[in-house]
């Protein structure tokens, strides 16, 4: 099973811009679908984005559609969450997440491995 270590959130505040990066370790990226989730304070889990293993096809969330970017380097192991013209509701814990090679990873139960998740949080 693939680890996944999250790092780049903090406290931005509106409009502003954040970088979220997740690094693996344990098994070669190719293997797996990447994306992200996040959590809010009350709230369910919701998808972020997602990337396919190739980095060619790439999912997004209502909520992130135009403003984030999700994007994978296979050769370093890694995956990153471009965040911009972020807002207060934005707010959440970031968890990375890994899946099967067939699944587009928008689904909870399609995730295979979790990061511990890094905290963003966006003033008004």
């Known amino acids: 099973q693939v680890q996944l270590v999250e790092s780049g959130g903090g406290l931005v505040q509106a409009g502003g811009s954040l970088r979220l990066s997740c690094a693996a370790s344990?098994?070669?990226?190719?293997?797996?679908?990447m994306g992200w989730f996040r959590q809010a304070p009350g709230k369910e889990r919701e998808f972020v984005a997602s990337?396919?293993?190739?980095?060619?096809?790439?999912y997004y969330g209502d909520s992130a559609k135009g403003r984030f970017t999700i994007s994978r380097d296979n050769a370093k192991n890694t995956v990153v969450l471009q965040m911009n013209s972020l807002k207060p509701e934005d707010t959440a814990v970031y968890f990375c997440?890994?899946?099967?090679?067939?699944?587009?990873?928008?689904?909870?139960?399609?995730?295979?491995?979790w990061g511990q998740g890094t905290q963003v949080t966006v003033s008004s």
């Open positions: 997440a890994a899946g099967g090679l067939a699944v587009r990873l928008q689904l909870q139960t399609e995730v295979s491995s």
């Open positions: 344990g098994h070669t990226l190719t293997h797996y679908a």
């Open positions: 990337i396919n293993w190739s980095g060619g096809v790439t």
